[in-house]
């Protein structure tokens, strides 16, 4: 499997693109790789510039769970585009996605489009602080909420609530605000409440974290969040953006049965544009402007081929609910493959379509233990699937994505690759 076109194209990249890539994690760097340059992606396959067709597990991060160029939806985003790109005023488009998402996801009953995760995260804490007149946001080490100031935080040293910045540029009076539990502990969500439960506005969570690897919720989690928030008058923000329309119709709030207050989608809600999706109460969501005092708008939001991808894929995953059974048992047979080949010297988390493989022996169930994983056996792991053609995502800490498109035959090809590595 040759990279030369690959390697021609991201050296001619980095003259002009910083690192080359428009977002860190295809730079390949956890891997000690060239990116391989993508040209066009069909169903479960994906093909690199060099020609290359491999099994594609990362599935652009989560959108395409029917697989990539669904025919449906290629046709509806082609004749919107016939339409006009963009008009900066309201269309028939944004209302339909709006009742759909509403109808998989009924604590959703009012919603706004933005374009991205990141922006939708964004908007709802700020809606949350103007709901409760509050301040501080409690998340989760290890649960990714896109790339806004407030939230690129990490722990600081000492007391576990003084959260500092995580990246540079991101001046320190704009983290103070935002409170670090840890996933699935409790006691740190209860501490952060005794300490500060007047200024807490909301605890936002991946109710299956997938930015640290897949780490599903410990039963009871996602519960006593409910209940811990509503004892307090805090608000309760699920950040579905992964598993939105993913692990149920209506994402982790149907299959945990715990109903948020905003939710946050994105990826799925999208078909593959870039669309994000925050909404939730009516009486929180009509402090947005224009109703309320809460200023949010976009150029480009509600764009409409990206609305009519959003609806296309929606609307396919609800006419075929079995889609959900079909693609968890897919992702089961491959977690179960691993496991019985690699004989406990890997943690294999499996929520749905979504699995990862870490590089540890005990059970990962947070952060901390994630980040005990051995990178570099996930290194060589990575490079040997990628050798047989199994494309996967370049670091420990993302999901696999398994989609409607991968066939039998490619799981069972995928099973047998997992079984005959050295682990
Ligand atoms: C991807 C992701 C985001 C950010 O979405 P972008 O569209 O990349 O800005 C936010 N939250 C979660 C849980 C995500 O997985």
């Not at 990206?306 to 995953?317: K, P, V, Y």
Request: charge should be neutral; aromatic fraction near 8%.
């Amino acid at each position: 499997m040759t990279d030369i076109k690959s390697k021609e194209l991201f050296e001619a990249a980095k003259r002009r693109i910083p690192g080359g890539v428009n977002s860190p994690v295809r730079a390949f760097g956890a891997v000690g790789k060239t990116p391989r340059f993508i040209v066009s992606a069909h169903g479960s396959r994906i093909t690199d510039a060099d020609g290359n067709e491999m099994i594609d597990y990362v599935g652009s991060y989560g959108p395409a769970i029917l697989g990539h160029a669904h025919p449906r939806v290629i046709e509806k985003v082609t004749q919107a585009c016939e339409d006009g790109l963009s008009f900066g005023a309201p269309t028939e488009r944004e209302v339909r996605l709006a009742e759909l998402i509403a109808e998989q996801m009924p604590s959703m009953e009012s919603s706004r489009m933005v374009n991205s995760g990141t922006e939708a995260v964004m908007s709802a804490v700020r809606l949350a602080r103007a709901f409760t007149g509050r301040e501080k946001i409690v998340k989760f080490k290890g649960c990714y909420h896109g790339h806004s100031d407030g939230l690129l935080v990490k722990a600081g040293s000492g007391a576990m609530t003084a959260s500092i910045p995580d990246s540079a540029g991101v001046p320190l009076d704009f983290t103070k605000h935002t409170l670090l539990a840890r996933y699935n502990d409790t006691d740190s969500v209860k501490e952060l409440f005794a300490g500060h439960h007047e200024s807490i506005a909301a605890v936002i969570v991946e109710p299956v974290a997938a930015n640290m690897g897949v780490v599903p919720p410990m039963p009871g989690f996602l519960a006593f969040l409910r209940e811990i928030t509503k004892k307090y008058g805090a608000l309760l923000i699920f950040d579905e953006v992964i598993t939105g329309f993913r692990l149920a119709p209506g994402g982790a709030q149907e299959y945990f049965d715990i109903t948020p207050d905003l939710t946050t989608l994105g990826k799925i809600a999208g078909g593959g544009m870039p669309v994000g999706v925050y909404g939730g109460r009516r009486d929180i969501m009509e402090l947005a402007a224009p109703l309320g005092p809460v200023y949010q708008a976009g150029t480009l939001s509600g764009n409409p081929a990206a609305m009519a991808a959003g609806i296309e894929t929606l609307l396919i995953l609800k006419e075929d609910p079995g889609i959900y059974g079909r693609i968890e048992k897919k992702a089961r047979q491959i977690a179960d493959a691993v496991r019985k080949a690699a004989k406990g010297s890997v943690c294999v988390n499996q929520v749905g379509s979504l699995l990862s493989v870490f590089f540890t022996d005990a059970a990962v169930r947070d952060y901390e233990s994630a980040v005990l994983s051995d990178t570099r056996r996930f290194a060589d792991y990575f490079g040997y699937l990628l050798e047989r053609g199994i494309y996967t995502a370049p670091s420990q800490f993302e999901a696999m994505f398994v989609s409607d498109a991968h066939t039998d035959g490619e799981i069972a090809y995928t099973c047998r690759v997992m079984r005959e590595m050295k682990w």
